[in-house]
């Protein structure tokens, strides 16, 4: 499974983005999706995610209530609505999916078996 994240980009404070991951490849299967994180000199971080069957998303308390996850699933696709964006939303995001990840792991880097090549997002002060 291939997947390929795209909508980043340079913004000021307080604007609006949205990313999208498509997944290619062995599609046959719904994954679970979600976007992860990773800041200049910190360690990738869990941003929301989306179960392949249900309404079920969870996201990071530092996102919650300005950032909506969405998904396709006839596309193999998600997305990353991201409202109100801050200077600390600076970083490279990576889509990632998995198969079979229990509830309890799904904020969980280890949890995810394929990644995306990540799409920078800049928030400027």
């Known amino acids: 499974v291939q997947l390929q994240a795209s909508g980043g980009g340079l913004v000021q404070t307080g604007d609006s983005l949205r990313l999208s991951c498509v997944a290619s490849?062995?599609?046959?299967?719904?994954?679970?999706m979600g976007w992860f994180r990773q800041a200049p000199g910190k360690e990738r971080e869990f941003v929301a995610c989306s179960r392949r069957r249900g309404s079920n998303t969870v996201y990071a308390d530092s996102v919650k209530g300005r950032f909506t996850i969405s998904r396709d699933n006839a596309k193999n696709a998600i997305g990353l609505q991201m409202n109100g964006l801050k200077p600390e939303d600076t970083a490279v995001y990576y889509c990632?999916?998995?198969?079979?990840?229990?509830?309890?792991?799904?904020?969980?880097?280890?949890?995810?078996?394929?990644w995306g090549q990540g799409t920078l997002v800049t928030v400027s002060s």
């Open positions: 990632a999916a998995g198969s079979g990840i229990i509830t309890s792991s799904m904020r969980s880097i280890d949890a995810y078996h394929y």
């Open positions: 490849g062995r599609t046959d299967t719904t994954y679970d």
